[in-house]
C-alpha cells in the first residue's frame, strides 16, 4: 500500500476529485500538473529540465528564482562543468575525481547514501529441490546449500578492501538486501560475520571439507565433488570483474576455486531465475524508499516468479514478510522488518559486499544553504533547492 | 580541302633554308640519380640531325635508353632522370636553356609525342575531343569555341576517325582508333617534331599497317619530321630515312636506312637485322643474340656490347670505341670500322 | 541509357527499403521475450496493468495473422480484419510518418528522431564538410611535394589524427577548450537563454558545437588525407598525366583538369559511405560532448530496450546507409563515364 501511494500525485481537486482509485493508478500526468516548490518551464530529453520557482508554493517560497538540471554525457564532464564554473553543483561524479576536487578551494564534497541506495550483492543459488520451478534447472553446487560453507565465505570476504579498491573507498559494508539507506528500516544492531581467514578455514575442517587429492582445492565431505564454483556477474556492472577477482583470490585461501565468467544481463537472467542453473552470481537491486520489495526477493512466494534470486526458503521468514505487509503500526512494523534482516544475515542467502555512496558536490563561491547533513544526499532535491540562496 | 590547310599552316613556319635540320640533338646524356644506388647512364653522348619531313627510326632492344632518349627531348623526364651533357636544339631554339614555363609553352606547339599504349595515355574519364581541344587552347589562347571544335573536328578527321565520336571517352574508341586520336592530339598545334614512342605495339598488323599509312602521309603532306622508336626492324624499313641504332644508352651505329640493312657495320645492328625476319627470306633461320643488354647502373669497363659480341676482340674489353664516320653518312662505334673511318668522331659536330 | 541506369538504381534502393522495413519489423518480433514487459521491466506490475501497456503500444494485436502470431493464437484474432495486425498498422504507420510511441520517453519515436537527427546532422554536416575540405586539400598538397618535408609533416599529422583514440582526443580538447577558451562544456544550447536575436542563438549553439566539431573533423580529416593521397600518387604516375605535362600544361592546370577528378573517384565512395554510416551519429563524441544526437538516442534506447526507439532508429539508418549509397552511385556515374556507358 505504501509503495503504491508513493507513486501517487498530490493535485488540485478538479484533477483529482473525480477519479475512482484504479484511474488514479493509472494517471499519467502528461501535463506536469504537481504542488511543489518549482514549476517545470521547459524541458528538452536528455539536455536539460528547467525549473521556475512556483511563487504560490504553500510550503516556503524557494530563495532562487528557478534551477536548470543539466544532463552531460560523462562524468569526466561533469566534473570540469564544475570546476569552470558552467554549473554550480553535480549530482554525481567519479570516485577517480573525488581526490581531485577535495584539493579545491572553491568547491565542498558531500559524501551520503545516495536518493535511491543501490545494492550489490552476491547471490548463492539455494532453491531446495522440492521448490524447484517446473521450468528449473537447479542445478545449483549441494555444497552451497550447507550454511558451513556460506558462513565461511562470508568470513572470507575483505568488505574493506573491496570498498577500497571497486568503489575507491566510497561505500559502507553491507549486510543484508535492505541497505543503509533505508534510514529507520536498516537494522543496525547486527553483527556482521568478521574477515577472518583462519575462522573460515576452521569452519571448512571441522564440517569435513578437506583438500583430499592435494590440489589446493578442498572436497564435499564424501570426497566427491571439489569446492569449484562457478561465478558469474551482469556484463553492464562495470564493478563485476574488479569483485570476482578480489572475491577469487581471498575465496582461495580457503580452499575454494571459482571460474569466473560475465555475461550479458539477459543470459544472466535466463540462467539466473527462475531457471537456478548457476552457483553464484554477482548482480544487485535498486531499491524503493519503502523495504517491502527487498524483502520479497527472499521468500519462497517468489521462486517460480524469478524475482527470488536466491530461491531461499525459510517459513519464518516468510511468516515475518506476510506480517510486515499487513502491520500498520510504524514502530511494529520496524521491529519485523529488522527481525528479517537478523535472519536474511543469519542464514546468508545472500552477501553483500557494501553499499555504495554517492558523492555530490557544489560550489562554495555561488550559493550557499545546500542540506548536507541529511542520511541520503541529494542536493537536486527540491527541498535542498529551495534552502539555498545566493553567496553574497 | 582540309589538308591543304593544314600545310598552309605548316608552311608559315617553315625555315627559310630547308636544309638546316630541324631538331639537332648533340651529345646528349642523360643519367638516373637515386641515391644510394650508383647513377644509371641510361644515355650517353647521343648525337644524331633531323630534318624537315625525315623520319629518324630510333631502335633497339628493351631498356637501351631509346625512351628516355625520347623524354629528354621534351624535358619530361621523371624526377631522377638528369641531363648531365648535351644540346637538344629545335628550330635554333636550344631546349636545356628554357625556364620551364618557356620549355612548356614549346612542348606540343614544337615538339609533340605519341606515347605508346594510348589506352593510358588518354584521360580515361574526359572525352577524346575535349583533350585534344585541351592542347589548342593550351597554345592558342585566342581561338574561339567553335573554332577549336572545328579544329578537333578536322584533326579527328585527317586521322581518319569521324568527327561525332569527338565526345566519346577513350574507352568507347578501339586500340587502333585511340593511337589514331593520339596522332591527331599530337598534331593539334602543328608542331615541327613529332616523337612517336612505339605508336604500333599491341596494335594488330593491319591496324599497325593503317597508323604507318598515316605516318607517312603526314610526313609527306605537312613536312613533319618524325622521331619513331621501335624495336621493330620491319617498321624502320618501311618508313625511316636514318636509323639510329642504340645499344646500351650508346649509338652503335647511325645511318641511312639503306645502309643500315643492306651494308650494317657494327656488329649488333647485323645481329638485330639476323634476329628479325627477311621479307625475302622469310624461310631463313632466325638468330637470337644471346645474353641481355648490360644495365645501365653496371656497365662493362669496354665495348658495350662485347660481352655479346662474337667478334670481340681483346681490345673491346677494355676501351670503348669511338663513333667512327664513315662513308656515305654512315657512322658505327666498333674498333672493326676503325680501318675504313673517314673521321673519328666523338660526336656529330654541328658547327 | 544513362536515364535506364538511374531508374534501376533507385528502383533497387527502393526495393531494399521495402525490404529492410519488412525485415526490421520481424526482426523486433523474433526476440525473446514480451516487448511489454522487456520495454517496463518492473516484476511487481499487474497483469491488467501490463495488458493497458500492450493496448497503449497496440502490441495486443496479432502480429500479422493468428497463424503467425508469436503469442500462443487465440480463436478470435483469426476472424479480425487482415489489416488490423500489428504488421500492416506499422506499415500504414511508417506511411504517416509514425513510428509509435518510445516505451521509455513515451514521446512520439518520431519526434524524438527528429529532433535527434537534426541535430546529429548539423553537427556531422559540418565536420565532414571540414574533414572533406581540409582533408582533401592536405593530401593533394602532400602528394603533390611527395617525399618532401611537407609531405612527411601532412602525412604524419594524418596517421596521428587517424589512429587517435576519439573519446581520448574529446576529452583532451573538452578540458583544453573550457580551460582555456571558456567554451561550454556540454549540451547544444546554453539552458534558460532568452536570445536577443537569431544571431545570438547561432553563436551560442555555434560556440557548443566548436569544440565536438573541431574532434570529430580531427578524426575524419587523417582518413581522408591519407586516402586522398594515395590515390592522387597513383594519378599522377599514370600515363595520361604524362601526356597532360607533354602537352605543356603546367602543374596546377594539370591537378586541376587531370588528376583531381580521377583521384577523387576512390574518395566518393568513402565519403558517402562515412556519410551513410555516421548518421548514427559518432556515440563517443556525443557522450563526451554531451551532444543530444542520435548516437546517444541509439546507445540509451539499446541500454533500455526501447524497442520502439530502436526500431525507428535503425529503419533511420538503413535508409540512409542505402541513400547514401545511391548518391556514391550516382556521383560516381556522373565522375566516372566508363561507369554510365559500360
Known amino acids: 500500500m505504501e509503495s503504491q501511494l508513493f507513486s501517487l500525485y498530490i493535485l488540485p481537486e478538479h484533477l483529482w476529485g473525480e477519479k475512482t482509485a484504479q484511474a488514479a493508478i493509472d494517471f499519467t500526468n502528461d501535463t506536469m500538473v504537481g504542488s511543489g516548490p518549482f514549476k517545470l518551464a521547459e524541458y528538452r530529453q536528455n539536455q536539460f529540465v528547467r525549473l521556475d520557482t512556483n511563487q504560490d508554493y504553500y510550503g516556503s517560497v524557494p530563495k532562487v528564482d528557478g534551477a536548470i538540471l543539466q544532463t552531460y554525457g560523462n562524468q569526466d564532464a561533469l566534473v570540469q562543468a564544475l570546476k569552470t564554473g558552467e554549473v554550480d553543483m553535480i549530482t554525481e561524479m567519479p570516485n577517480t575525481a573525488v581526490a581531485a576536487l577535495r584539493n579545491d578551494a572553491n568547491i565542498q564534497l558531500v559524501v551520503g547514501a545516495p536518493l535511491d541506495p543501490g545494492v550489490t550483492d552476491i547471490i548463492f543459488n539455494l532453491v531446495p529441490p522440492d521448490q524447484c520451478p517446473p521450468d528449473g534447472k537447479c542445478t545449483g553446487h549441494p555444497a552451497l546449500k550447507d550454511l558451513t560453507v556460506r558462513k565461511a565465505l562470508a568470513h572470507a570476504t575483505d568488505k574493506q578492501q573491496l570498498i577500497d579498491i571497486v568503489l575507491l573507498g566510497l561505500g559502507t559494508p553491507g549486510l543484508t538486501l535492505i541497505p543503509d539507506g533505508l534510514g529507520v528500516y536498516y537494522n543496525n544492531t547486527l553483527q556482521d560475520y568478521a574477515f577472518d581467514i583462519a575462522t573460515a578455514n576452521k569452519l571448512l575442517d571441522d564440517a569435513g571439507y578437506k583438500d583430499v587429492n592435494g590440489d589446493g582445492v578442498r572436497e564435499t565431505p564424501d570426497g566427491k565433488a571439489p569446492l569449484s564454483f562457478r561465478l558469474n556477474w551482469a556484463g553492464d556492472m562495470s564493478s563485476g570483474p574488479r569483485i570476482a577477482e578480489l572475491l577469487s583470490k581471498t575465496w582461495g585461501e580457503i580452499g575454494i576455486k571459482v571460474e569466473m565468467q560475465g555475461l550479458d544481463p539477459d543470459t544472466l537472467t535466463s540462467v539466473c531465475c527462475p531457471a537456478f542453473d548457476y552457483d553464484i552470481i554477482i548482480w544487485g537491486w535498486g531499491s524503493d524508499p519503502d523495504p517491502a520489495f527487498l524483502l520479497s526477493v527472499m521468500t519462497t512466494d517468489e521462486i517460480p516468479t524469478g524475482t527470488s534470486e536466491s530461491g531461499y526458503s525459510n517459513p519464518e521468514y516468510d511468516e515475518l514478510f506476510a506480517q510486515q505487509a499487513v502491520e500498520t503500526d510504524k514502530e511494529k512494523r520496524k521491529e519485523l522488518i529488522w527481525e528479517m534482516q537478523a535472519i536474511a544475515l543469519r542464514d546468508l542467502p545472500y552477501i553483500i559486499p557494501y553499499y555504495g555512496q554517492n558523492v555530490q558536490a557544489f560550489r562554495k563561491d555561488r550559493f550557499q544553504g545546500w542540506i548536507t547533513d541529511s542520511s541520503k544526499i541529494a542536493l537536486e532535491d527540491p527541498s535542498s533547492l529551495s534552502l539555498i540562496e545566493p553567496v553574497k | 580541302m582540309r589538308t591543304k590547310d593544314v600545310t598552309a599552316h605548316v608552311d608559315e613556319k617553315m625555315p627559310p633554308t630547308a636544309a638546316k635540320p630541324v631538331l639537332s640533338v648533340c651529345s646528349l646524356s642523360v643519367d638516373y640519380v637515386a641515391p644510394p644506388k650508383p647513377a644509371a647512364h641510361a644515355v650517353q653522348d647521343v648525337s644524331f640531325d633531323l630534318g624537315r619531313g625525315e623520319v629518324l627510326g630510333l631502335v633497339g632492344e628493351s631498356g637501351c635508353g631509346k625512351s628516355t632518349l625520347a623524354l629528354a627531348l621534351m624535358r619530361l623526364l621523371p624526377p631522377a632522370g638528369r641531363i648531365v651533357n648535351g644540346s637538344v636544339r629545335l628550330q635554333d631554339i636550344e631546349l636545356l636553356d628554357l625556364d620551364e614555363a618557356r620549355m612548356a609553352s614549346l612542348r606540343w606547339s614544337q615538339i609533340a609525342m605519341v606515347f605508346q599504349g594510348a589506352m593510358n595515355a588518354l584521360n580515361p574519364v574526359r572525352a577524346v575531343g575535349d583533350q585534344i581541344a585541351e592542347a589548342i587552347r593550351q597554345h592558342d589562347r585566342t581561338i574561339g569555341k567553335a573554332a577549336t571544335v572545328r579544329r578537333v573536328d578536322e584533326l579527328l578527321e585527317l586521322v581518319g576517325i569521324a568527327a561525332n565520336r569527338r565526345t566519346q571517352y577513350p574507352f568507347q574508341y578501339s586500340g587502333g582508333m585511340r593511337q589514331r586520336a593520339m596522332i591527331a592530339m599530337a598534331l593539334a598545334c602543328n608542331p615541327a617534331v613529332i616523337v612517336a614512342d612505339e605508336p604500333t605495339t599491341a596494335l594488330d598488323v593491319m591496324i599497325q599497317a593503317q597508323i604507318l599509312d598515316l605516318l607517312s602521309r603526314l610526313r609527306r603532306e605537312l613536312g613533319l619530321a618524325i622521331i619513331l622508336v621501335t624495336h621493330d626492324l620491319g617498321i624502320v624499313a618501311e618508313i625511316c630515312d636514318r636509323v639510329l641504332v642504340m645499344y646500351g644508352g650508346v649509338t652503335a651505329e647511325y645511318a641511312p636506312v639503306d645502309l643500315a640493312f643492306n651494308a650494317p657495320r657494327h656488329p649488333y645492328t647485323q645481329a638485330l637485322l639476323h634476329a628479325f625476319p627477311d621479307p625475302d627470306h622469310p624461310q631463313a633461320k632466325l638468330n637470337s643474340i644471346p645474353g641481355a643488354p648490360p644495365r645501365l647502373d653496371a656497365l662493362p669497363p669496354g665495348c658495350r656490347f662485347a660481352p655479346r659480341c662474337p667478334q670481340a676482340m681483346e681490345r673491346c674489353q677494355q676501351a670503348a670505341p669511338a663513333l667512327y664516320a664513315l662513308p656515305d653518312d654512315q657512322f658505327a662505334s666498333c674498333f672493326l670500322v676503325e680501318d675504313t673511318a673517314e673521321d673519328r668522331r666523338g660526336s656529330l659536330d654541328h658547327g | ?342
Open chain 3, 1 to 342: 541509357m544513362r536515364n535506364r541506369r538511374l531508374i534501376n538504381k533507385v528502383a533497387w534502393a527502393l526495393f531494399t527499403i521495402c525490404f529492410v522495413i519488412v525485415l526490421n519489423f520481424f526482426l523486433f518480433r523474433i526476440l525473446p521475450g514480451d516487448p511489454a514487459r522487456a520495454g517496463i521491466r518492473d516484476p511487481r506490475l499487474t497483469a491488467e496493468a501490463q495488458q493497458a501497456i500492450r493496448v497503449r503500444f497496440g502490441l495486443d494485436k496479432p502480429v500479422i495473422n493468428c497463424f503467425a502470431s508469436i503469442n500462443p493464437p487465440k480463436p478470435a484474432d483469426c476472424f479480425v480484419n487482415p489489416l488490423d495486425t500489428q504488421f500492416f498498422i506499422y506499415v500504414g504507420n511508417l506511411f504517416r510518418g509514425e513510428f509509435g510511441i518510445s516505451y521509455h520517453s513515451n514521446q512520439p519515436v518520431a519526434q524524438v528522431l527528429a529532433e535527434r537527427t537534426w541535430n546529429t546532422l548539423l553537427l556531422i554536416g559540418v565536420a565532414q564538410f571540414l574533414a572533406i575540405i581540409l582533408g582533401v586539400a592536405l593530401g593533394v598538397i602532400a602528394a603533390w611535394k611527395l617525399g618532401t618535408p611537407v609531405d612527411y609533416s601532412a602525412l604524419i599529422f594524418s596517421l596521428v589524427a587517424w589512429s587517435l583514440p576519439t573519446f581520448w582526443l574529446g576529452i583532451i580538447l573538452l578540458f583544453w577548450g573550457s580551460t582555456n577558451l571558456g567554451l561550454p562544456i556540454g549540451g547544444m544550447v546554453t539552458p534558460g537563454m532568452n536570445y536577443a536575436s537569431i544571431w545570438a542563438q547561432v553563436i551560442d549553439v555555434g560556440r557548443h558545437m566548436f569544440l565536438p566539431t573541431l574532434t570529430y573533423t580531427i578524426v575524419f580529416l587523417g582518413e581522408y588525407m591519407l586516402i586522398m593521397r594515395s590515390s592522387l600518387i597513383d594519378v599522377l604516375s599514370e600515363d595520361y598525366v604524362l601526356t597532360a605535362k607533354a602537352k605543356g600544361l603546367n602543374s596546377y592546370q594539370i591537378l586541376k583538369a587531370h588528376a583531381l577528378r580521377n583521384a577523387m573517384l576512390p574518395m566518393v565512395t568513402i565519403i558517402a559511405l562515412n556519410l551513410g554510416f555516421t548518421v548514427a551519429g559518432a556515440v563517443q563524441i556525443e557522450t563526451v560532448f554531451s551532444w543530444p544526437g542520435l548516437g546517444g538516442a541509439i546507445y540509451e534506447a539499446v541500454g533500455q530496450r526501447d524497442y520502439p526507439m530502436l526500431q525507428g532508429a535503425f529503419l533511420l539508418l538503413a535508409v540512409s546507409v542505402i541513400v547514401a549509397n545511391l548518391v556514391a552511385d550516382l556521383l560516381y556515374t556522373y565522375l566516372d563515364p566508363r561507369v554510365q556507358l559500360e
